[in-house]
């Protein structure tokens, strides 16, 4: 139980370009979502969070307008990096709470962003 | 602001050597303080929630302990498989969600 899958793995794309990730609650439901950012060997830093059905609620010094997050379902979130730079390279990691309360975050696989 | 700090930053034990992992931390209005194990390239997997002082829980080689101060996951005999990051969170209502701060984790190495 509590399997959440992210697609894709890994993708490269080109500077310039947008890239959109999945987040998928595989066996629950999920009220809330939660994108990660994880630099390599450093720890996760949140990113922003998303309530099913409603805005986002993004951390300080994150771009809203460069990572839309939509959570248009109890078991799908995504991230969208728009207008993708090198810097955007990263690690992002989405987790997902259930909705029957507890307070535990089951977190994906990852995805690994290179832009080039 | 919630703090977790996470000491060693690494370890390196031999097979069976058994050990324990820090995790103190400062947070207003503690809602679960979690263990997580992260291998190279992969998201983290749970291990354990703690919610109160004084609270344990076990699973298989690991157990976790919780103080109002500090956290410690206990390793007993490992083996090289238990080699992989250990992340601690402690998890405090910030704005209108419950929101997870992360240490840096610590590097376990079992060397067979």
């Known amino acids: 139980g509590a399997v959440v899958s992210q697609h894709p793995s890994w993708v490269i794309c080109k500077s310039g370009t947008s890239v959109k990730i999945e987040c998928r609650s595989l066996?629950?439901?999920?009220?809330?979502m939660f994108w990660y950012r994880q630099f390599p060997k450093q720890s996760l830093m949140l990113m922003a969070t998303s309530n099913e059905g409603s805005k986002a609620t993004y951390e300080q010094g994150v771009e809203k307008d460069k990572f839309l997050i939509n959570h248009a379902s109890l078991t799908l979130s995504t991230l969208t990096v728009t207008s993708a730079h090198p810097e955007d390279s990263s690690f992002y990691i989405c987790?997902?709470?259930?909705?029957?309360?507890?307070?535990?975050?089951?977190f994906g696989p990852g995805t690994r962003l290179t832009v080039t | 602001e919630d703090q977790v700090t996470q000491s060693p930053e690494a370890l390196r034990l031999q097979e069976g050597e058994s050990s324990s992992l820090n995790c103190s931390y400062t947070v207003s209005g503690l809602r679960g303080l979690f263990w997580y194990r992260q291998d190279p390239g992969k998201g983290p997997e749970f291990l354990f929630t703690?919610?109160?002082a004084g609270e344990e829980k076990e699973k298989e080689r690991l157990k976790a302990t919780l103080t109002k101060k500090e956290s410690f996951l206990h390793i007993t005999a490992p083996k090289p498989e238990d080699s992989a990051t250990y992340l601690c969170?402690?998890?405090?209502?910030?704005?209108?969600?419950?929101?997870?701060?992360f240490g840096k984790g610590t590097l376990l190495t079992v060397n067979p």
């Open positions: 703690l919610y109160s």
């Open positions: 987790s997902a709470r259930d909705t029957t309360g507890s307070y535990e975050q089951y």
């Open positions: 969170a402690v998890q405090a209502w910030e704005g209108s969600n419950y929101k997870l701060t």
């Open positions: 066996d629950f439901q999920a009220t809330t």
